[in-house]
C-alpha cells in the first residue's frame, strides 16, 4: 500500500480560487518532504523542499507567495496554490524523506489541478 | 543544455526482446544515480539505484561511467507490462532530485 499519500487525487477549480493539497507520510516520520510539478510530456520539476518546522526552500523561478507550503508535522506538508490560473494546471507530486531508514524516498500519488 | 538529457523515445519493442536506454547528465558533482518508471498519469516509482560498478535486479542491469557522465538501463526479455516511461535522476544525495523527461517504452505482442 502506500506510504505517501496525497489529496486530493484529482481538483478542478476556477481562475482566481485557492486549492490546498496535502501530502502525508503513512507509518513513517518524514522531516522532508518535496513538492515536483509536472506538465504534460515533460519531467517533474522541483518546486520546494519542505522542511518540518521551518520555512520551506524554493527553488529558482517558482513563486513563494503563490505556493504556499506548510509543513507543520512530521507527517503532514501541504502546498496551496493560491489564485490559480489556467496555467497552474499540471501534476502536483509530493515525495517524503524516511528518516528512520536510510533516507529513503517515497512519492505521493500525485495530484491533478485543472484550473478553469 | 538540460541537468539530465534522455532520448524521449518512444522505443517500439517486440516481447522477448532486450532494450537499452542512455542518459546523460551535466553536473559533475551529482552523488547518486537512479531509473525510476512512471506510469501514465502515475506517480514515479523507483526501479533501482545505479552503481559505479554496475548493477543487476533480474532482467535490469544499470550501469554509471562517471567520467562519461552517462547512465544506462538494459532490460532483457521484455514483458508487456514493462510499457512505461523511464526516467533517469540523478541527485545530490537524496536531498535534490533532478528528474530526466524519461523515455518512453512500448512492448508489443
Known amino acids: 500500500g502506500a506510504v505517501v499519500s496525497q489529496h486530493p487525487s484529482r481538483v478542478i477549480c476556477k481562475s482566481g480560487t485557492s486549492v490546498k493539497i496535502e501530502c502525508r507520510s503513512l507509518?513513517?516520520?518524514?522531516?522532508?518532504m518535496f513538492w515536483y510539478r509536472q506538465f504534460p510530456k515533460q519531467s517533474l520539476m522541483l518546486m520546494a523542499t519542505?522542511?518540518?518546522?521551518?520555512?520551506?526552500?524554493?527553488e529558482q523561478g517558482v513563486e513563494k507567495d503563490k505556493f504556499l507550503i506548510n509543513h507543520a508535522s512530521l507527517t503532514l506538508s501541504t502546498l496551496t496554490v493560491t489564485s490559480a490560473h489556467p496555467e497552474d494546471s499540471s501534476f502536483y507530486i509530493c515525495?517524503?524523506?524516511?528518516?528512520?531508514?536510510?533516507?529513503?524516498?517515497?512519492f505521493g500519488e500525485g495530484s491533478w489541478l485543472t484550473v478553469v | 543544455r538540460k541537468e539530465v538529457e534522455q532520448d524521449p523515445g518512444p522505443f517500439n519493442v517486440p516481447e522477448g526482446a532486450t532494450v537499452a536506454f542512455n542518459c546523460t547528465y551535466s553536473?559533475?558533482?551529482?552523488?547518486?544515480f537512479f531509473w525510476y518508471r512512471q506510469d501514465c498519469r502515475k506517480e514515479p516509482k523507483l526501479l533501482m539505484s545505479?552503481?559505479?560498478s554496475g548493477n543487476e535486479d533480474g532482467r535490469f542491469t544499470a550501469q554509471l561511467n562517471r567520467a562519461s557522465q552517462y547512465i544506462s538501463l538494459l532490460i532483457r526479455d521484455s514483458k508487456l507490462s514493462d510499457s512505461a516511461t523511464y526516467l533517469c535522476?540523478?541527485?545530490?544525495?537524496?536531498?535534490?532530485?533532478?528528474f530526466g523527461t524519461g523515455t518512453r517504452l512500448l512492448v508489443s505482442p
Open positions: 515525495s517524503a524523506k524516511d528518516r528512520d531508514i536510510g533516507n529513503t524516498i517515497y
Open positions: 507509518d513513517f516520520q518524514a522531516t522532508t
Open positions: 519542505s522542511n518540518e518546522g521551518s520555512k520551506a526552500t524554493y
Open positions: 553536473n559533475s558533482a551529482s552523488q547518486s
Open positions: 545505479v552503481y559505479s
Open positions: 535522476v540523478v541527485g545530490m544525495g537524496f536531498q535534490k532530485l533532478v
